[in-house]
């Protein structure tokens, strides 16, 4: 069991909007701004989408977004394109022993 | 622009020693504020954190794994490396090594680049 919590699946018509939830606790999302995306097409390595909550590293499309409301962080992608099928993790950091935790994933389902 | 690739074995025994090794290209290892990391993901699961190591040679683990691992540096060569000991097929999975960047307070903020990912089966 992953130590934040995402739904196992969302999906979405090209153009829409979705957003992915990420839940912890104040010892790592609700406690820190270090929440991190990444997006993983299969087989190929996570690439970072958003980092420090809601910053967009170079390169990314501005349809990602980031965000934080105590305790649950939120990826929102608007203007669904079918290249955005991929699977999406979030992380963040702790102030536990484990220094890192990651969600369980979201697969992300362009219909 | 920093590329990580990752190298080593595809298949080790049970109880025997995986060893890895994360080769920097692009950049000097030494450079900038960088933790240099190692994450490990089972086929269709999630993303596990194994540990860390700054050029100095401080290290850091994940406590699930620590009587198992040592991760080491090598600046000479720009490659830092993975041993996990006593493997078992729970240990079966893609290892995948990524720079992790930290801020002026010391902490870790995010992981980019990644490496490719290398699949590592433990089965006699």
């Known amino acids: 069991q992953s130590a934040l919590t995402q739904p196992a699946s969302v999906s979405g018509s090209p153009g829409q909007s979705i957003t992915i939830s990420c839940t912890g606790t104040?010892?790592?999302?609700?406690?820190?701004?270090?929440v991190s995306w990444y997006q993983q097409h299969p087989g190929k390595a996570p690439k970072l989408m958003i980092y420090?909550?809601?910053k967009r590293p170079s390169g990314v499309s501005n349809r990602f977004s980031g965000s934080k409301s105590g305790n649950t962080a939120s990826l929102t992608i608007s203007g669904l394109q079918a290249e955005d099928e991929a699977d999406y993790y979030c992380?963040?950091?702790?102030?536990?022993?484990?220094?890192?935790?990651f969600g369980g994933g979201t697969k992300l389902t362009v219909l | 622009q920093v590329q990580l690739q990752e190298s080593g074995p595809g298949l080790v025994k049970p109880s025997q020693t995986l060893s890895l090794t994360c080769t920097v290209s692009?950049?000097?290892?030494?450079?900038?504020?960088?933790?240099w990391s190692w994450i490990r993901q089972p086929a269709g699961k999630g993303l596990e954190w194994i540990g860390r190591i700054y050029t100095s040679g401080s290290t850091n683990y994940n406590p699930s794994l620590k009587s198992r691992v040592t991760i080491s540096v090598d600046t000479s060569k720009n490659q830092f490396s993975l041993k996990l000991s006593s493997v078992t097929a729970a240990d079966t999975a893609v290892y995948y090594c990524?720079?992790?960047?930290?801020?002026?307070?010391?902490?870790?903020?995010?992981?980019?680049?990644w490496g490719q990912g290398t699949l590592v089966t433990v089965s006699s």
């Open positions: 104040s010892s790592d999302v609700g406690g820190y701004n270090y």
């Open positions: 420090d909550v809601s």
């Open positions: 692009g950049g000097s290892i030494s450079s900038g504020s960088y933790y």
């Open positions: 990524a720079r992790e960047h930290y801020d002026s307070s010391g902490y870790p903020n995010w992981f980019d680049p």
């Open positions: 992380s963040s950091y702790t102030s536990s022993s484990t220094y890192w935790v």
